[in-house]
């Protein structure tokens, strides 16, 4: 149940007054198992260190209003540029997020204001919609004294990932909600992964956006009219995500690579990679990547590679860059979703 705080008390029962409330929350990447997720496999997915900023302000009038930078800004880093998109379709579900914790904490005519930050791509499988929302959730409700758990977050937050992915399998918030590195089965079941050593990871972000929801339909479609394959793609999915999760405890960067790299075998036979992904995946082993994978819903978006050492993976990356890729370096984020008062 949600609890109502005092600020300085954590776990009060006593109300008071509201606050400007910062939250942040991760982005995204999927080890093992998307798509299937959604027909019943586990998925293997990590938080890392791209993140949406979110501070909210109740007011004294009633409705929702949001302040970004239009288009949306990307906030730059030391290794990437700042980039510039469309900020339309990401407003609605934003809106959605707020209006729902108003109502799961019975303020539904409360005024709040909401200034928004996402330095995560877009449309790029990175978790960019399930990181924000669930930011919205949490600082949204603690700026009017109500904590809400992990569990309530991740049960708002398919409000409006469902407005915009339509069956969403709830990996994505999941993992930005609880941070670190997760196993999750639909419908809920999140369970941390605690690992040998954190693999030495390059993401590459092809630049070709996609839309989730087309590319799920899709899947799932494929699944009911194939069955046959359809079974024994099940069934290597849930045994590549088996083998990675044992590359992690064990610390066996290059099982994990390879298993990736099958992983992403599978993706293309199911028809949800792109010849951007698949070029590029075949770029970073060529390099040197002991494993590469699209990761999300594919179609564009990015690609993930283990590497050995930061040497190789600095080779990877001018490798990439050249093939028409913009690399980043990732870590791993521990916290997931954070909320504070300022």
Partial sequence: MPQQLSRGEPGSTKTREAYLVRARAPGKIILSGEHFVVLGASAVAMAIDFYSEVEARPNDKSGVRIGVDVPLRFLARSDRASRVIDSKGFLEPLRIAAEATLDRIDRPTQGVDLNVDCEIPIAAGLGSSASTTVAIISAVSKSLGVELGRKEIFKLAFIP??????????????????????????????????????????????GIHHETKTLVGSVVKKSKTEKGHFRDHLAQACEISRGVLKALKTGDMEDLGSLMSLNHELLQRIGVSHPKLDRLVTAAKRAGALGAKLTGAGGGGCIVAVCSNTKSREKIARTLRRDGGTPYRISRDLHGVDAQFT
Avoid: M, W
């Fill in 161 to 206: 990932e469902g407005f915009l992915h339509g069956k969403p399998s709830g990996v994505d918030q999941a993992t930005c909600i609880y941070g670190g590195t997760i196993r999750f089965k639909r419908p809920s079941s999140v369970r941390p992964v605690k690992i040998q050593n954190d693999p030495l990871l390059l993401l590459c972000d092809t």
